[in-house]
Nanobody, 125 residues
Framework: QVQLVESGGGSVQAGGSLRLSCVASGYTYHNAYMAWFRQAPGKEREGVAFIWPGGSPTAYADSVKGRFTISQDNAKNTLTLQMNSLKPEDTAMYYC??????????????????WGQGTQVTVSS
């Protein structure tokens, strides 16, 4: 059974950093397309970052380019999102997602069959 478990969320001031982790189990991790999404109250879930099986290439939402970095550690079955220079508008529940098929739209939630439970990120001004 596929399981994704996020951690690392919290409350920080604007300009601060957080590192989110997603530990995967129950499948062949290194063959999966994986991504981070976020959802703020009253808003749609949006794609934040994406990583191809094997670690490259990667893709980012325009709003986080240059500030966020997605990476993976295959030995630890862990997906990571390093978030720097955080802004209040980054406040949201963050989710990791995985699938073994790629439909061409990495930032579409419908692309992914498996999701974690989410970890809350709150950035204060």
């Amino acid at each position: 059974q596929v399981q994704l478990v996020e951690s690392g969320g919290g409350s920080v001031q604007a300009g601060g950093s957080l590192r989110l982790s997603c530990v995967a189990s129950g499948y062949t991790y290194h063959n999966a397309y994986m991504a981070w999404f976020r959802q703020a109250p009253g808003k749609e879930r949006e794609g934040v970052a994406f990583i191809w099986p094997g670690g490259s290439p990667t893709a980012y939402a325009d709003s986080v380019k240059g500030r966020f970095t997605i990476s993976q550690d295959n030995a630890k079955n862990t997906l990571t999102l390093q978030m720097n220079s955080l802004k209040p508008e980054d406040t949201a529940m963050y989710y990791c997602a995985a699938d073994w098929r790629y439909g061409g739209r990495w930032n579409s939630p419908a692309q992914y069959a498996y999701w974690g439970q989410g970890t809350q990120v709150t950035v204060s001004s």
